[in-house]
């Protein structure tokens, strides 16, 4: 393809390809700072244009690569940073089978890892990115990656979206963190955040999952901690895998193995401040 | 140079890997063309690079995972057509698989096809939706059609599983120009233990060619010729296989479209042919072209070919008045989905 970027994130490197340049500058301006990948990449992600002449006439670019959903609307080319990123999630979803795939954030500390799952909206991405900026080694916001032999926690420290609100709780972060503000997507009004450098310096570093929540926010919602029974716990994971029925016999293994094997619990919250105290009560109590 | 041309290389001889400079382009050809599966195990116990094999290693895991999900389908189909008392007869990547032949190593495998008696079509139909499959298409030009003129039911999906099943009940459409002999297709399957079937030798490498050459614009066309180069090098150990291989191709009106899957298993991936297949086609190398038509981005090329070969594939299927008519039926129905 006429342009070409090569990117590494935890353990998965990605090829992406586009037929223009602005998406690959955008991009690499976003990931400044990641370490170049070596050798093979595991996906490769096309941002073309959808006919020839699509490229100079109305430029739409559809998001295309090893793995493809036939009817996935194409992007404006403003948006094509974000149609870069959608195309590594969808490479993510469709083909990863190295790893047990849950959509969920995660954190670490101490070589421990805090994972977080729930419905979009549930402020799991926000909630990481914000422990993130606090003395926590950010993961992920979007996917954990689970190995299958030995259940450890890989990182997959990709730019974090942030969308419409979440946007003011990162006012104070370096300018040069921060992506060029998308308004307008199909998901709103979204400015991508580079996660802090230690993140990406040790994005080799697996973590032990120490526990596990499932967030609900609600402006509503007075703040509460509920148990979770290991068969709710076993259903909600098998929902937020997006691997787990392919991968066969390693996905249950590594699935139950989380269940078995590490505490989860509920958390109810009306804002993110009230949500943190609730994670760090959660997380001493661990000892 | 192609990069599907350097994947072909590597499925034929393997020992090829340590000479591969460009492993991405290699994996997005084979995936695009459905050959990962495939090229992951016949690269098994190569020397590669630890991140190439790791990414093979996962290949080779999950084509294990389709074996079982497509083995779970067939029994499924099994035992919702089992009451029927009826022949039912696999075909392809299934029918590799249960049969436990070596193209079934690595193969992917969507959707389950099956092949029953013509006649028996409606029961079979009830007993699949009596058992949770039901209509992919709501549409009842779509449906006639196929009914009319298809060698199989419209397909249907099951409910719950999500996993597509195309009953046929003979390998070509009714309307093109060759007519296999689907009761002697039937007749001379081999009975599986447990109650399931799979097409004789001969008649499965003529099912693999008349889907390859006689039906169909050849996409995934790399995949279905490495099936006819794995089944023809396994049955050709068998005495007499070629003479009743030609024989049974005659009988189903499909001898053109055997010889050239022969021919271009041959020139692709070295299968060992008769001498007395391999001569020259004036057409084979517009074939490979179309075969080949892929680059290192995983990308389709050579759009003006493929425009021929999907020009092609209506043609093989259709007399031009009935293409004509039917293309004009699709035309308005689009520009109504689309105003």
Same mark, same amino acid.
């Given at each position: 393809m006429r342009h070409r970027l090569d990117l590494a994130i935890g353990p998965v490197a990605f090829r992406i390809g586009s037929d223009w340049r602005a998406p690959l500058d955008a991009l690499r301006l976003l990931y400044g700072g990641y370490p170049a990948p070596e050798g093979v990449a595991d996906f490769t992600v096309r941002l073309e244009a959808e006919r020839p002449w699509r490229r100079f006439v109305r430029p739409s670019v559809a998001i295309r690569g090893d793995y493809i959903l036939p009817d996935a609307a194409p992007l404006s080319l403003a948006h094509g940073?974000?149609?870069?990123?959608?195309?590594?999630? +969808? /490479?993510?979803? #469709?083909? /990863?089978?190295?790893?047990?795939? #849950?959509?969920?954030?995660?954190?670490?500390?101490?070589?421990?890892?805090? #994972?977080?799952?729930?419905?979009?909206?549930?402020?799991?991405?926000?909630?990481?990115?914000?422990?993130?900026?606090?003395?926590?080694?950010?993961?992920?916001?979007?996917?954990? #990656?689970?190995?299958?032999?030995?259940?450890? +926690?890989?990182?997959? @420290?990709? $730019?974090?979206?942030?969308?419409?609100?979440?946007?003011?709780?990162?006012?104070?972060?370096?300018?040069?963190?921060?992506?060029?503000?998308?308004?307008?997507?199909?998901?709103?009004?979204?400015?991508?955040?580079?996660?802090? $450098?230690?993140?990406?310096?040790?994005?080799?570093?697996?973590?032990?999952?120490?526990?596990?929540?499932? @967030?609900?926010?609600?402006?509503?919602?007075? @703040?509460?901690?509920? @148990?979770?029974?290991?068969?709710?716990i076993f259903v909600r994971l098998t929902q937020a895998s997006t691997n787990y029925v392919a991968l066969g016999e390693p996905g249950f293994a590594a699935l139950s193995g989380l269940v078995t094997g590490v505490p989860a619990r509920a958390i109810d919250y009306p804002d993110t401040e009230a949500a943190v105290v609730l994670v760090d009560q959660l997380w001493n109590k661990l000892g | 140079m192609s990069a599907a041309r350097d994947l072909v290389r590597l499925l034929a001889d393997p020992s090829g890997a340590n000479g591969v400079g460009d492993w991405t382009a290699l994996l997005a050809v084979a995936r695009a063309e459905s050959l990962a599966g495939s090229l992951a195990f016949r690269l098994e116990g190569q020397k590669v690079p630890p991140r190439v094999e790791a990414i093979l290693a996962a290949a080779r895991r999950d084509a294990v995972q389709g074996r079982i999900q497509a083995l779970w389908e067939a029994e499924m189909a099994r035992r919702a057509l089992a009451p029927l008392g009826l022949p039912v007869i696999l075909l392809k990547g299934t029918a590799y698989v249960a049969a436990g032949l070596p193209a079934a190593i690595g193969r992917s495998i969507?959707?389950?096809?099956?092949?029953?008696?013509?006649?028996?079509?409606? *029961?079979? *139909?009830?007993?699949?939706l009596a058992h949770g499959w039901e209509w992919v298409k709501d549409d009842d030009y779509d449906d006639?059609?196929? %009914?009319?003129?298809?060698?199989?039911?419209?397909?249907? =999906?099951?409910?719950?599983?999500?996993?597509?099943?195309?009953?046929?009940?003979?390998?070509?459409?009714?309307?093109?120009? %060759? %007519?296999?002999?689907?009761?002697?297709? =039937?007749?001379?399957?081999?009975?599986? *233990?447990?109650?399931?079937?799979?097409?004789?030798?001969?008649?499965?490498?003529?099912?693999? !060619?008349?889907?390859?050459?006689?039906?169909?614009?050849? !996409?995934?066309?790399? %995949?279905?010729?490495?099936? =006819?180069?794995?089944?023809?090098?396994?049955?050709?150990?068998?005495?007499?296989?070629?003479?009743?291989l030609h024989e049974r191709a005659s009988r189903h009106q499909m001898l053109a479209p055997v010889l050239r899957a022969g021919r271009l298993a041959n020139d692709l991936y070295g299968t060992p042919v008769p001498e007395g297949w391999r001569v020259w086609d004036s057409a084979d190398p517009l074939f490979k072209s179309r075969l080949l038509a892929r680059d290192g981005w995983g990308r389709a090329t050579r759009p003006a070919l493929r425009l021929g070969f999907y020009a092609r594939a209506h043609l093989l299927r259709m007399p031009p008045t009935m293409l004509a008519r039917h293309l004009w039926t699709k035309a308005r129905k689009g520009h109504r989905a689309n105003p």
């Open positions: 940073l974000l149609a870069a990123e959608m195309g590594m999630n +969808l /490479q993510m979803a #469709l083909g /990863q089978r190295r790893f047990l795939l #849950l959509h969920a954030s995660a954190v670490e500390r101490d070589g421990r890892a805090l #994972l977080m799952t729930g419905h979009s909206g549930a402020g799991k991405s926000t909630l990481a990115a914000l422990l993130g900026e606090r003395g926590w080694r950010f993961l992920g916001d979007e996917f954990a #990656l689970v190995d299958l032999e030995t259940g450890a +926690l890989h990182p997959f @420290p990709r $730019a974090i979206s942030l969308k419409n609100e979440a946007l003011a709780l990162f006012g104070d972060v370096e300018p040069d963190r921060l992506g060029p503000v998308l308004a307008g997507t199909p998901k709103g009004r979204i400015r991508h955040l580079r996660p802090r $450098a230690d993140a990406v310096a040790r994005m080799a570093e697996t973590a032990r999952p120490a526990l596990i929540l499932f @967030p609900r926010y609600g402006r509503d919602l007075a @703040p509460e901690i509920r @148990p979770v029974g290991s068969a709710e | 969507g959707d389950l096809d099956i092949l029953v008696p013509r006649a028996a079509l409606p *029961e079979v *139909e009830r007993a699949l006639l059609y196929y %009914r009319t003129w298809m060698h199989e039911l419209p397909p249907l =999906i099951h409910k719950e599983r999500d996993r597509m099943i195309d009953v046929h009940h003979t390998i070509l459409p009714l309307t093109a120009r %060759r %007519r296999p002999d689907a009761a002697a297709l =039937i007749a001379a399957s081999l009975a599986l *233990e447990g109650g399931l079937a799979v097409l004789s030798p001969a008649d499965m490498i003529v099912h693999a !060619a008349a889907h390859l050459f006689a039906d169909g614009d050849l !996409a995934g066309g790399l %995949r279905n010729l490495w099936d =006819i180069d794995r089944l023809l090098r396994h049955f050709a150990a068998a005495p007499d296989f070629w003479p009743v």
